[in-house]
């Protein structure tokens, strides 16, 4: 008898919303709505608690699903509700763009293509860096700078690690969970890969700037906060090297300190030489204190891998479809 071929797979494409009003509707209008190899289109719109006319422009935009915060939660609680939503709705493949249309809608199928062949479970849209005109040489540098540390801690090869433009099979989105309040980007990459999710980047067009970045609100604000997203990410997923880096150079200069008033003390020297003693028992103490917080840190990375496992267990028991069920 003939085998009937499994369903095509359902994607949503999710759109965090803020006071979007103006650029909403264009942005919905240009989502697909068939594709090849997907069998339903549907979009959800996460109104972050916007206070303008933002849901009624997304309803009269012909969006299937609202989810409406009833304050704002800012970029990565919406992306992380929206992901919620998705997964409720039986969603197999989940797509994250703007709602400022910056991303080509166009260059979807490439963000799926990787999936629908079972070679990534997480795909993330390549933006051309160096060539985005409205993006400042600061800016250019610091984009690079997160991609290389999110590739160093992730141990993938993800080339625009801040880029917004993702997807994300079911199974990868049961297992995402965000604890950077500033933005989802960096940190998603990094427990994907530490979690064991193919990923992989591919090219997109250019970028487009349709208004003023509300992420960004100075660059100043934006390399703080940045840099700090980036040491967390590290002290967070990688504790182990980082508190060992960290006490490398003190470990270093207090063992020279200690040798030399070790091969003073042996040459017979007439002199105490106490503050070198003391600086290089200080250094040692501090290198050893920040090798134990290494140690404590990797012991609940373990506690925290076991979370986000209870933490999946949770979510496939509250989706709609189970994923066995699905394609």
């Not at 141990?155 to 690690?161: E, I, M, S, W």
């Not at 992420?215 to 604000?221: A, C, E, F, W, Y």
Request: hydrophobic residues 45%.
């Amino acid at each position: 008898m003939p085998v009937d071929p499994p369903p095509l797979p359902k994607l949503i494409i999710q759109v965090p919303c803020y006071n979007e009003e103006a650029t909403i509707g264009e942005t919905l209008g240009c989502l697909p709505r068939t594709l090849p190899g997907i069998g339903t289109i549907e979009w959800l719109v996460i109104n972050d608690g916007s206070q303008d006319g933002t849901v009624a422009a997304a309803r009269a935009a012909g969006v299937d699903h609202v989810l409406d915060l009833p304050v704002n939660q800012g970029l990565a609680g919406a992306f992380m509700a929206g992901l919620e939503r998705c997964l409720e709705l039986g969603a197999d493949i989940i797509v994250n763009t703007d709602a400022d249309n910056q991303y080509p809608a166009q260059d979807i199928p490439l963000l799926l293509a990787p999936i629908l062949a079972r070679r990534a479970q997480f795909v993330i849209g390549d933006r051309p860096i160096r060539n985005v005109e409205h993006f400042s040489w600061l800016k250019r540098q610091l984009q690079g700078l997160g991609s290389k540390v999110v590739r160093f801690a992730s141990r993938t090869q993800v080339g625009d690690a801040p880029s917004g433009f993702r997807a994300l099979s079911r199974e990868a989105a049961m297992r995402i969970h965000i604890f950077d309040g500033y933005t989802y980007t960096l940190e998603s990459i990094i427990q994907a890969g530490q979690s064991g999710i193919r990923i992989v980047s591919v090219p997109i067009s250019d970028a487009r700037e349709t208004r003023p970045s509300r992420l960004m609100r100075s660059t100043s604000n934006y390399v703080m906060r940045s840099m700090a997203t980036i040491l967390r990410t590290f002290l967070v997923y990688r504790p182990g090297r980082s508190f060992f880096l960290l006490g490398l150079p003190p470990a270093v200069i207090g063992a020279l300190l200690m040798l030399r008033w070790l091969a003073l003390y042996l040459a017979g020297t007439d002199r105490a030489h106490v503050p070198s003693l003391i600086a290089a028992a200080v250094l040692l103490i501090m290198a050893f204190l920040l090798w134990l917080m290494g140690l404590i840190g990797e012991l609940l990375a373990i506690n925290r891998r076991l979370l986000q496992d209870i933490q999946y267990e949770l979510r496939r028991g509250r989706s709609a479809v189970q994923p066995k069920d699905r394609p």
